[in-house]
T-cell receptor, first 119, second 114 residues
Framework: EPEVTQTPSHQVTQMGQEVILRCVPISNHLYFYWYRQILGQKVEFLVSFYNNEISEKSEIFDDQFSVERPDGSNFTLKIRSTKLEDSAMYFC?????????????????FGSGTRLTVV | DAKTTQPPSMDCAEGRAANLPCNHSTISGNEYVYWYRQIHSQGPQYIIHGLKNNETNEMASLIITEDRKSSTLILPHATLRDTAVYYCIVRVGDSGGSNYKLTFGKGTLLTVNP
């Protein structure tokens, strides 16, 4: 079964440093997402991306965050100047064509996540 | 998207059926009920979804009440590997990519005991 791949699995960074989290979505998917989960808390939506632009973002996704699909296969989340409170699991997800999503429901697939620790 | 209410935790004996309830009394006619689970900090995993008919797949069954105000996810023969947080999410099924986010609540921690 196709998978969403995320790298690295763990990342430790110093406060104020930039980090880039990488994701390879499922190859025929067109919609891409980032979520995060602070330890012990809910999974929270950050941003959705379609047709090479952000289609929706949450209040969490401020100017310190950016996303990019640089080469048609990777989907990245950049945090420009990390803060302690950015420590969390970051999950990438992708979903299929609209008609496939409605018909199949399970077209929405999450990766295993990147654990980001800001020290 | 309509709000859902789930018990915070449940226990189940290995090999028995696990029945996880979800209340969604404000569900709209075009909203689907989705179930996802998250095994110990892994990424959420899709289980099943439905609109108004009961649904079954290789993982689980979904029973939706006639008034659609509640549903039950059934794992017919729970195993230790089914220990996870189970999320019931209600949302419009047919939506453009810009609005296809999932809003997770706290879910139900199902613990399957040997």
């Amino acid at each position: 079964e196709p998978e969403v791949t995320q790298t690295p699995s763990h990342q430790v960074t110093q406060m104020g440093q930039e980090v880039i989290l990488r994701c390879v979505p499922i190859s025929n998917h067109l919609y891409f997402y980032w979520y995060r989960q602070i330890l012990g808390q809910k999974v929270e939506f950050l941003v959705s991306f379609y047709n090479n632009e952000i289609s929706e973002k949450s209040e969490i996704f401020d100017d310190q965050f950016s996303v990019e699909r640089p080469d048609g296969s990777n989907f990245t989340l950049k945090i420009r100047s990390t803060k302690l409170e950015d420590s969390a699991m970051y999950f990438c997800a992708s979903s299929a064509e609209l008609r496939d999503r409605v018909r199949r429901g399970y077209g929405y697939t999450f990766g295993s996540g990147t654990r980001l620790t800001v020290v | 998207d309509a709000k859902t209410t789930q018990p915070p935790s449940m226990d189940c004996a290995e090999g028995r059926a696990a029945n996880l309830p979800c209340n969604h009394s404000t569900i709209s006619g075009n909203e689907y009920v989705y179930w996802y689970r998250q095994i110990h900090s892994q990424g959420p995993q899709y289980i099943i979804h439905g609109l108004k008919n009961n649904e079954t797949n290789e993982m689980a069954s979904l029973i939706i009440t006639e008034d659609r105000k509640s549903s039950t996810l059934i794992l017919p023969h729970a195993t230790l590997r089914d220990t996870a947080v189970y999320y019931c999410i209600v949302r419009v099924g047919d939506s453009g990519g810009s609005n296809y986010k999932l809003t997770f609540g706290k879910g139900t921690l199902l613990t399957v005991n040997p």
